[in-house]
């Protein structure tokens, strides 16, 4: 069985004590609410990592992740922070192809290939993004572009290092816009995703491989989204801001 993750997303949000006195809080609610086997990774700034993972330890059911990483291992790179880095205050995933660091920072998929090498290179399971814009999907070319970000994104690597890569479908068009796709929209790019994946690797690797809806996902969306055969799970940014809406995200899938 494919593992069932909810990622909150905090973006550049919540200061130093801000972000520790909600990952407590969540720590605590998991701790206290979560029932089945799923997980509940928070992506923090990079300032919060180490206090957060300190705050997880002991807590299987919570992970700490990073939203970046550079594409370089070390060096001459002034305000830059490396895989390795990340991976030193004990954080476990990076989100990395996240449509904010595409439109904003101009990354595209063969930087975004550099970064994926990188961060298994050091032990950091990237949950990688892929999604349309809303030109691109009243163009219809929603497949296209989601194909061509998985070919140059991802699928150069290998089935083992394919296999602790976790995948994020992000319509743009819904990130932070309270616009979500609907059940049947995502449900069906989901089952494209998924089999991509098996033509390009197999059918067993498509099989576990976790693959998580974000864009305005909520409380109240999110059952029906979760309960679509292939949403493994969200990522999720304006709810992730609130312990009680991301626990309740979470809570989904006891
Ligand atoms: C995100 O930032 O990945 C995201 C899905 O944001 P929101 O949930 O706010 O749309």
Known sequence: MRKKIVAGNWKMNLDYNEGLSLFSEIVNMVKDEVTGQQQAVVCSPFIHLYSLAQLAKGHDKVAVGAQNINDHEAGAYTGE??????????????????????????????????????????????????????????????????????????????????????????????????KTATAEQAQEIHAFIREQVANNYTQEVADNTTILYGGSANPKNAPELFAQPDIDGGLIGGASLKSRDFLDIVKVFN
Not at 89 to 94: H, K, L, P, S
Not at 118 to 133: D, Q, S
Not at 153 to 177: D, K, N, R
């Open 81 to 178: 922070t490396s895989a390795k880095m990340v991976k030193s205050t004990g954080a476990a995933y990076v989100i990395l192809g996240h449509s904010e660091r595409r439109q904003y920072f101009g990354e595209d998929n063969k930087l975004l290939a550099v970064k994926t090498d990188v961060a298994l290179k050091n032990g950091l399971k990237p949950i990688f993004c892929i999604g349309e814009t809303l030109d691109e999907r009243e163009a219809e070319q929603h497949f296209d572009v989601i194909k061509t970000q998985l070919q140059e994104g991802v699928f150069h690597l290998s089935t083992e290092e394919f296999s602790q890569t976790v995948l994020a479908y992000e319509p743009v068009w819904a990130i932070g816009t309270g």
